[in-house]
């Protein structure tokens, strides 16, 4: 299988909008797939079609230790969020090597479509909640650095723009705790 190219922060394209899916048909079926092989590939804990220039309502997701708890969400919504919120250290495959501290709400509750179309709810807390929300943002055209100070992003901008003219930004991706990009 092919890993699919990740768009990198300031891309104008991480800024579209992803229009929701129409029909589970195979061709998301097989997005997915390629979807989950680059997350992987790529080390990351989540992805968002968004990210691979695809700009369709889908998400994979992986938090567990040992890479096996595959979880993938079709045109998700948020259906609740709670008021406590959870700070923690956001990484990003779009925006490799740089960690900031983002607040959201604790927990979520989602839906989402499965393999046959039909619609399921379920309840998040944690690094999943953070990571649903982050991956959700991606599909909205958002970004985790749009959530810290616009002094930091433009710093951020700038170092990424530079290591990519010289070629360095894939050696970022070597950071010990690369493994909480989603
Ligand atoms: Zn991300």
């Keep these: 299988m092919k890993k699919l190219q990740v768009l990198h922060f300031p891309d104008n394209r991480l800024r579209k909008i992803a229009q929701p899916v129409k029909k589970v048909d195979q061709e998301v079926k097989d997005i997915i797939e390629q979807m989950f092989f680059t997350m992987y590939e790529e ?27 595959r979880l993938f969400l079709i045109n998700p919504k948020i259906i609740s969020l709670s008021e406590d919120l959870d700070s923690m250290e956001e990484g990003c495959l779009s925006v490799p090597g740089f960690y900031e501290t983002v607040s959201r709400p604790k927990t979520v509750k989602v839906s989402s479509l499965d393999l046959n179309g039909e619609k399921i709810e379920f309840v998040a807390n944690g690094l999943l909640a953070t990571c649903i929300q982050h991956e959700i943002d991606h599909l909205n055209g958002k970004l985790f650095v749009d959530h810290i100070s616009s002094l930091k992003r433009n710093r951020i901008e700038k170092k990424i723009t530079k290591l990519k003219k010289e070629g360095n930004l894939s050696s970022r991706k070597d950071t010990p705790n690369y493994k909480s990009a989603i």
């Design 43 to 69: 080390k990351g804990i989540g992805l968002a079609a968004t990210q691979v220039n695809i700009h369709k309502r889908l998400i994979v997701i992986d938090v567990s230790e040992n890479r096996n708890e």
